[in-house]
């Protein structure tokens, strides 16, 4: 098999320049980009796990950090959701733009934490053209202002023993208009650290892009 192709990307931004890396399998037939947690960054070892089961899967992956190192040290800026979604956005322009995928690819969003109210706002812009968003033991209600609004195809995925977290994805998924799931991983905390809880997370969000970003039948996720 053709290996996946990685290049680290400087990817210059309105107001500031942020890195990232970006993994291209061999006839991507999708992009899936990736937005951290709060505190984390492009090399969070559990999105980087996601990425290369995706890659095996057909897609390409975009993981890249959402602040500057001067813009990480002050706390408030990790939970600033407008300049994490509009980091987002320039990300996404810039990458539809330019010459870094072997032509236009359906992009689809992975918001992990806070990440995922980035996500899920980005998909809410008007025009957004975001085939997909899933979200991993995500902040939906960080978001929750803009979720009627959001029209992609959205997987919440939340550890059944993350208590707190739940109850707010459960009030979240109401608040979707569009297709939307809620798939709860049973025995899993927060960071789906439990043996074999983040291979669950990355096969249902394999299936999820596969089904929405693709058009391609993929097996029913389990949901709640």
Same mark, same amino acid.
């Given at each position: 098999?053709?290996e996946?192709q990685?290049?680290?990307?400087e990817?210059?931004?309105?107001?500031?320049t942020v890195?990232?890396?970006? =993994?291209?399998?061999?006839? +991507?037939?999708? /992009?899936?980009?990736?937005?951290?947690?709060?505190?984390s960054?492009?090399?969070?070892?559990r999105?980087?796990?996601?990425?290369?089961?995706?890659?095996?899967?057909?897609?390409?992956? #975009? &993981?890249f950090d959402? &602040?500057?190192?001067e813009?990480?040290?002050?706390?408030?800026r990790?939970?600033?959701?407008?300049?994490?979604?509009r980091? &987002?956005?320039?990300v996404?322009?810039a990458v539809r733009?330019?010459?870094?995928l072997p032509g236009?690819?359906?992009?689809?969003?992975?918001?992990?934490?806070?990440?995922?109210?980035?996500? #899920?706002?980005g998909?809410?812009?008007?025009?957004?053209?975001?085939?997909?968003?899933?979200?991993?033991?995500?902040?939906?209600?960080?978001?929750? =202002?803009?979720l009627?609004?959001?029209?992609?195809?959205?997987? #919440?995925?939340?550890g059944?023993?993350?208590h707190? !977290? /739940?109850? /707010?994805?459960?009030?979240?998924?109401?608040?979707? +208009?569009?297709?939307?799931?809620?798939? !709860?991983?049973?025995?899993a905390?927060?960071l789906?650290?439990e043996?074999?809880?983040?291979?669950?997370?990355?096969?249902?969000a394999g299936d999820?892009?596969?089904r929405?970003?693709?058009?391609?039948?993929?097996?029913?996720?389990?949901?709640?």
């Amino acid at each position: 098999m053709p290996e996946v192709q990685v290049r680290p990307l400087e990817l210059r931004l309105p107001d500031a320049t942020v890195y990232g890396d970006l =993994a291209v399998p061999p006839q +991507a037939r999708g /992009l899936v980009v990736f937005v951290h947690g709060s505190g984390s960054s492009r090399h969070s070892s559990r999105n980087r796990f996601v990425a290369e089961q995706l890659q095996q899967r057909g897609f390409a992956t #975009l &993981l890249f950090d959402l &602040l500057t190192e001067e813009e990480d040290r002050d706390y408030t800026r990790r939970f600033d959701i407008p300049l994490l979604t509009r980091r &987002l956005l320039d990300v996404t322009a810039a990458v539809r733009s330019g010459t870094l995928l072997p032509g236009p690819l359906p992009i689809g969003y992975f918001g992990a934490s806070t990440g995922a109210a980035a996500a #899920l706002n980005g998909a809410a812009e008007p025009g957004a053209q975001v085939c997909a968003v899933v979200s991993r033991g995500g902040r939906p209600d960080l978001a929750m =202002a803009q979720l009627a609004q959001v029209r992609a195809p959205t997987l #919440l995925i939340v550890g059944g023993d993350d208590h707190d !977290v /739940l109850r /707010l994805n459960q009030s979240a998924y109401a608040r979707l +208009a569009g297709t939307r799931k809620l798939a !709860v991983v049973p025995g899993a905390t927060h960071l789906f650290e439990e043996p074999g809880k983040l291979e669950q997370v990355a096969r249902l969000a394999g299936d999820w892009f596969v089904r929405h970003c693709t058009g391609q039948a993929a097996p029913a996720a389990d949901t709640q």
